[in-house]
T-cell receptor
Framework: AQSVSQHNHHVILSEAASLELGCNYS??????LFWYVQYPGQHLQLLLKYFSGDPLVKGIKGFEAEFIKSKFSFNLRKPSVQWSDTAEYFCAANSRGGFKTIFGAGTRLFVKA | GAVVSQHPSWVICKSGTSVKIECRSLDFQATTMFWYRQFPKQSLMLMATSNEGSKATYEQGVEKDKFLINHASLTLSTLTVTSAHPEDSSFYIC??????????????FGQGTRLTVV
């Protein structure tokens, strides 16, 4: 069955700390991978996406993610978080030629000023 | 990126009444749209896939008679919550993929509709 799992449900960091959020997927066929962010009171926004090519993907606001096919992982990273990064982060996947986008449970990040 | 607009963003209704939520793709044609439901502190759960000109495909456990989906045009899908009850209170989000465009595999999301049934 298709699934996306996120390891951490809640993460609390201080400003300037480094961030890594785990994401693993179980998907048949060729997969597209995404990280979305939902700031308080706002709708989902795309942070970054991987379709093919370079497995290290750069996104907006200093975020990056690395696709490791052998580990079925797509972890999100940021070297130095800011208070404004406080939000909920969702890993998601869909397949080429398919339609559904499946989401992980989400990780709530709180950054202390 | 493409824009998906959802209306209303917030609605309160009485128990037993029906509520219609609209989802529009503003600058692209969406043959397929998706309806999600997000409970507090939980992830987005796919409810159904809305197909233009044909019946929606519902996920397991979603009552098709309660959540009516109509996708009458390439830019509009509607979700009607019939005979709403307090347990239907939730955040409903639609999304669409522009399968004909360059960004064909990315999903774009509406801003969501917060439904409160009293």
């Amino acid at each position: 069955a298709q699934s996306v799992s996120q390891h951490n449900h809640h993460v609390i960091l201080s400003e300037a700390a480094s961030l890594e959020l785990g994401c693993n997927y179980s998907y048949g066929g060729t997969v597209n991978l995404f990280w979305y962010v939902q700031y308080p009171g706002q709708h989902l926004q795309l942070l970054l996406k991987y379709f093919s090519g370079d497995p290290l993907v750069k996104g907006i606001k200093g975020f990056e993610a690395e696709f490791i096919k052998s580990k079925f992982s797509f972890n999100l990273r940021k070297p130095s978080v800011q208070w404004s990064d406080t939000a909920e982060y969702f890993c998601a996947a869909n397949s080429r030629g398919g339609f559904k986008t499946i989401f992980g449970a989400g990780t709530r990040l709180f950054v202390k000023a | 990126g493409a824009v998906v607009s959802q209306h209303p963003s917030w609605v309160i209704c009485k128990s037993g009444t029906s509520v219609k939520i609209e989802c529009r793709s503003l600058d692209f044609q969406a043959t397929t749209m998706f309806w999600y439901r997000q409970f507090p502190k939980q992830s987005l759960m796919l409810m159904a896939t809305s197909n233009e000109g044909s019946k929606a495909t519902y996920e397991q456990g979603v009552e098709k008679d309660k959540f009516l989906i109509n996708h009458a045009s390439l830019t509009l899908s509607t979700l009607t919550v019939t005979s709403a009850h307090p347990e239907d209170s939730s955040f409903y989000i639609c999304s669409a993929r522009n399968l004909g465009g360059a960004e064909s595999t990315e999903a774009f999301f509406g801003q969501g509709t917060r439904l409160t049934v009293v």
